[in-house]
């Protein structure tokens, strides 16, 4: 990848986890912002990222923070989002660029169609990337490469200027490594509640059911664990703030997608029940061969993580 040169002399992230570290890291590290500012509610995250040098200037004071940015990256639970654009946008300096990393866009796409925000730009987006850790310890600066980030404008927003500062945006994260796509709000919650969301409700489903059983202990669940429940068990890990507000933020698509998958479900139960080995083998073909196209598309190694030493700077 070519360098990109600095795109941002002044970013500001609202919120040090690990998706707001990582930004800044993956930032810092190809030299496309100058000064970065980091502003977080949580007094312990603001003391650790200032322990961890995360940043020039951490603060908790949202006005403060904002004010002379060039890019505001909001890396907040996807409900304060909304409240959070709402509460910047008469400190944004006009021309200036206004992102989040929400794993939902609709709601927010709303938010950032306010009046306020008029003078500044409001574009939606959305890395797809993570860990199950959080915090300011959780963030590295390779979790973007080889992913895709979402971007999704806002439709009414069609003048050259705001195309040009959503081509910006795109460069930004393309320096940071990731690949670009951009989409229409809506259609981004509907697929993100198949890769996405509907497995994250399955998994802390599963891995909620296994602890309820009666007739097995917590023990013999964690002792016996095989590859399969593991992988459940690390998603379901994942922060629950941050599942919480996506189930509620998406909870059309997501309902939508849960009762596609119950009758996919009931069909598996009625194959099993009824011996249908022909079926069951030819649903394994089929899903065996997508997990063989995403690793073909470079989306995922037979390492965990792609081998990254997470929460490492």
């Not at 029940?273 to 997508?290: K, Y």
Request: aromatic share 6%.
């Amino acid at each position: 990848m070519s360098p990109t040169g600095l795109l941002y002399p002044k970013m500001t992230v609202v919120g040090a986890g690990l998706i707001g570290g990582s930004v800044i890291l993956a930032a810092r590290a190809h030299g496309v912002v100058g000064e970065v500012t980091i502003v977080d509610a949580s007094e312990a995250h603001r003391a650790r990222a200032i322990e961890i040098g995360l940043a020039d200037h951490v603060t908790g004071d949202l006005a403060e923070a904002v004010k002379d940015a060039d890019l505001v990256v909001i890396a907040t639970p996807v409900l304060s989002i909304g409240d959070v654009a709402a509460a910047v946008a008469p400190h944004l300096k006009p021309g200036a660029t206004l992102t989040d990393v929400g794993s939902t866009k609709a709601t927010i796409a709303e938010a950032f169609r306010a009046p306020e925000l008029a003078k500044v730009f409001p574009i939606p987006g959305h890395p797809i990337a993570g860990t199950e850790q959080s915090g300011p310890d959780a963030g590295f600066a390779e979790l973007f490469e080889g992913r895709w980030t979402i971007l999704t404008p806002l439709a009414d927003r069609d003048d050259e200027a705001y195309a040009a500062a959503v081509a910006k945006l795109s460069a930004f994260w393309r320096a940071c490594g990731a690949q670009v796509e951009l989409m229409e709000e809506k259609h981004h919650d509907l697929v993100l509640a198949v890769v996405s969301h509907l497995p994250h409700l399955i998994a802390y489903t599963i891995v909620g059911s296994a602890a309820d059983l009666e007739n097995v202990t917590e023990n013999e669940v964690i002792k016996y664990s095989a590859s399969g429940f593991r992988d459940f068990t690390r998603i379901a890990a994942s922060d629950p703030t941050m599942w919480r507000d996506i189930f509620v933020a998406n909870k059309d698509a997501v309902l939508e997608m849960l009762g596609r998958f119950t009758e996919d479900l009931q069909a598996m139960s009625r194959a099993i029940r009824w011996g249908d080995a022909d079926t069951l083998h030819a649903h394994f073909t089929r899903t065996r061969a997508i997990r063989r196209g995403i690793v073909a598309a470079g989306q995922e190694s037979a390492e965990p993580n792609f081998g990254r030493d997470r929460g490492k700077h």
